[in-house]
């Protein structure tokens, strides 16, 4: 009877235990579900099942900023810093090659500036050239000696450009030879540097035509009287052209005025878009800009494409040719008051917005918008309007492929993630300040939110609960990588 008891306590004691296991998994998601009922915005940790190295062919999301450069997969995971190099100056899409193995910055440094190449993803650096000698000492003791001029052109304004599609040649602005900023191109492959252009003027803004066989560029100069502070550049030279396989300079016609970001993109091949500009003095007026044209890069031929002034800039998708811009009905010949969009082949614009109180006009890759800053958001072809959460403070927003939106939110001094799909309402998914926020270019349902406290979040959809995937330093930049 004894050695029966026992066998019957052990068998009850082995059902408790087993029960218990049982019970385990069920009594832990209860308190994980409490502990998140806590907090506003719940962050879970990475997912087991995230890839535990970054993909071998990509997609991937770079993300960049005064405290260097990361890589991470399209969902976030396996954030890895590639650079530790300030890109805080340079505009990380036009510093990527086409490829995307390959960055190219502009580095200042105590001896000057150098132009400087990081492999990616394995971060190896190296330096392709000298671009000029120039000490922070000279420039602040002659800020208007012609060294200093050159370190403006060179700085201030855009002054690299990968060839498109598999060329691979680099276009670059430096003082390598002569007194003066001159256009210049880089081999990757042999590491062949080949000088251009040798001007009086200093060159800026390298646009390589769609094809790869011409380079665009603007050479301009800074002349007495300088006044106060020196803003920009204050005479336009001319806008000259190269043909690359053969080194044949082109003069091509000079726009009129003085303003510069002159060029508005490129129609094909061999034509690019520009416009004339008001001479003027300190701050920008009302209708500075005029007469948008398209010039024959090879003969220099000017075709009118919408006579009348407009305002605020204007921007071109390359995704379908269309311009976006703004116009007062002050200004003598204007289609109307407000926001409006001129596609390929027309002459009269649409109008998208009738009030004026557009600050700046952009175009995002990544969502595939334009954006009328504050108002709106406007698919390419203007047939979608996206409305920001709030009406005078949301910023930095997001389109995903699936059409999801994200924006940042800032009110009383504190920052939100918003995010809405479909017809759905909005949802506050984290509350914090955000640096940048891009979703994933391949489903396009997970959101990336780097936050101003050096944070990587990702949320997916549908519940976008945030999960941390790393830390960064002062991101300012995000961009997908093919």
Same mark, same amino acid.
């Given at each position: 009877?004894?050695?029966?008891?026992?066998?019957?306590? +052990?068998?009850?004691?082995?059902?408790?235990?087993?029960?218990?296991?049982?019970?385990?998994?069920?009594?832990?998601?209860?308190?994980?579900?409490?502990?998140?009922?806590?907090?506003?915005? #719940?962050?879970?940790?990475?997912?087991?099942?995230?890839?535990?190295?970054?993909?071998?062919?990509?997609?991937?999301?770079?993300?960049?900023?005064?405290?260097?450069? =990361?890589?991470?997969?399209?969902?976030?995971?396996? +954030?890895?810093?590639?650079?530790?190099?300030?890109?805080?100056?340079?505009?990380?899409?036009?510093?990527?090659?086409?490829?995307?193995?390959?960055?190219?910055?502009?580095?200042?440094?105590?001896?000057?500036?150098?132009?400087?190449?990081?492999?990616? #993803?394995?971060?190896?650096?190296?330096?392709?050239?000298?671009?000029?000698?120039?000490?922070?000492?000279?420039?602040?003791?002659?800020?208007?000696?012609?060294?200093?001029?050159?370190?403006?052109?060179?700085?201030?304004?855009?002054?690299?450009?990968?060839? #498109? %599609?598999?060329?691979?040649?680099?276009?670059?602005?430096?003082?390598?030879?002569?007194?003066?900023?001159? +256009?210049?191109?880089?081999?990757?492959?042999?590491?062949?540097?080949?000088?251009?252009?040798?001007?009086?003027?200093?060159?800026?803004?390298?646009?390589?035509?769609?094809?790869?066989?011409?380079?665009?560029?603007?050479?301009?100069?800074?002349?007495?009287?300088?006044?106060?502070?020196?803003?920009?550049?204050?005479? +336009?030279?001319?806008? =000259?052209?190269?043909?690359?396989?053969?080194?044949?300079?082109?003069?091509?016609?000079?726009?009129?005025?003085?303003?510069?970001?002159?060029?508005?993109?490129?129609?094909?091949?061999?034509?690019?878009?520009?416009?004339?500009?008001?001479?003027?003095?300190?701050?920008?007026?009302?209708?500075?800009?005029?007469?948008?044209?398209?010039?024959?890069?090879?003969?220099?031929?000017?075709? #009118?494409?919408?006579?009348?002034?407009?305002?605020? %800039?204007?921007?071109?998708?390359?995704?379908?040719?269309?311009?976006?811009?703004?116009?007062?009905?002050?200004?003598?010949?204007?289609?109307?008051? %407000?926001?409006?969009?001129?596609?390929?082949?027309?002459?009269?614009?649409?109008?998208?917005?009738?009030?004026?109180?557009?600050?700046?006009?952009? =175009?995002?890759?990544?969502?595939?918008?334009?954006?009328?800053?504050?108002?709106?958001?406007?698919?390419?072809?203007?047939?979608?309007?996206?409305?920001?959460?709030?009406?005078?403070?949301?910023?930095?927003?997001?389109?995903?492929?699936?059409?999801?939106?994200?924006?940042?939110?800032?009110?009383?001094?504190?920052?939100?993630?918003?995010?809405?799909?479909?017809?759905?309402? =909005?949802?506050?998914?984290?509350?914090?300040?955000?640096?940048?926020?891009?979703?994933?270019?391949?489903?396009?349902?997970?959101?990336?939110?780097?936050?101003?406290?050096?944070?990587?979040?990702?949320?997916?959809?549908?519940?976008?609960?945030?999960?941390?995937?790393?830390?960064?330093?002062?991101?300012?930049?995000?961009?997908?990588?093919?």
């Amino acid at each position: 009877m004894k050695n029966n008891s026992r066998i019957i306590l +052990l068998v009850l004691l082995l059902v408790l235990s087993i029960s218990c296991n049982l019970l385990t998994p069920s009594t832990t998601s209860t308190l994980i579900a409490a502990s998140a009922s806590i907090t506003d915005t #719940p962050v879970v940790s990475t997912p087991t099942s995230a890839p535990t190295r970054l993909n071998a062919n990509g997609p991937y999301v770079i993300f960049a900023g005064q405290g260097g450069m =990361w890589i991470s997969n399209p969902d976030g995971s396996f +954030l890895t810093q590639v650079s530790n190099l300030d890109i805080s100056g340079s505009n990380l899409r036009q510093a990527i090659s086409p490829k995307g193995d390959q960055l190219a910055l502009v580095v200042k440094n105590d001896q000057g500036l150098d132009l400087v190449e990081v492999a990616i #993803p394995s971060g190896e650096t190296k330096t392709i050239a000298h671009l000029l000698d120039i000490t922070n000492d000279e420039l602040n003791n002659n800020p208007t000696g012609h060294k200093a001029f050159a370190d403006y052109a060179i700085t201030e304004y855009n002054s690299l450009a990968w060839q #498109p %599609g598999g060329g691979g040649l680099l276009a670059f602005m430096g003082v390598v030879k002569g007194p003066t900023s001159d +256009l210049y191109t880089y081999d990757p492959t042999s590491g062949k540097i080949t000088q251009l252009t040798d001007g009086s003027s200093q060159a800026i803004l390298p646009s390589w035509s769609p094809d790869g066989q011409y380079i665009l560029h603007y050479g301009v100069d800074w002349v007495p009287p300088f006044g106060g502070a020196i803003i920009g550049y204050n005479q +336009l030279d001319g806008v =000259w052209a190269v043909h690359v396989p053969d080194g044949k300079i082109i003069t091509e016609p000079k726009p009129k005025g003085t303003l510069y970001n002159l060029l508005v993109g490129w129609q094909d091949d061999t034509h690019y878009i520009t416009y004339d500009s008001k001479d003027t003095a300190g701050a920008v007026p009302s209708c500075a800009y005029f007469n948008l044209h398209d010039v024959d890069i090879v003969s220099g031929k000017t075709s #009118p494409m919408m006579l009348g002034d407009f305002d605020d %800039g204007i921007v071109q998708s390359p995704q379908n040719k269309a311009i976006i811009f703004a116009s007062k009905t002050a200004c003598s010949q204007t289609p109307g008051n %407000g926001t409006f969009l001129l596609m390929p082949g027309q002459a009269t614009p649409t109008q998208l917005l009738n009030d004026a109180d557009v600050v700046e006009f952009d =175009w995002f890759p990544e969502s595939g918008v334009f954006q009328a800053y504050p108002i709106a958001l406007f698919s390419a072809d203007g047939l979608t309007r996206y409305d920001p959460p709030t009406s005078d403070s949301s910023f930095k927003p997001a389109i995903s492929k699936k059409g999801y939106q994200a924006w940042e939110v800032i009110e009383n001094q504190k920052g939100r993630v918003e995010v809405k799909t479909s017809n759905e309402d =909005w949802k506050t998914i984290l509350n914090d300040s955000v640096n940048q926020t891009i979703w994933d270019p391949v489903n396009g349902d997970t959101l990336l939110i780097a936050t101003s406290d050096d944070s990587l979040f990702a949320a997916s959809y549908p519940d976008f609960t945030p999960r941390l995937m790393g830390t960064m330093k002062k991101v300012q930049q995000a961009i997908w990588l093919p």
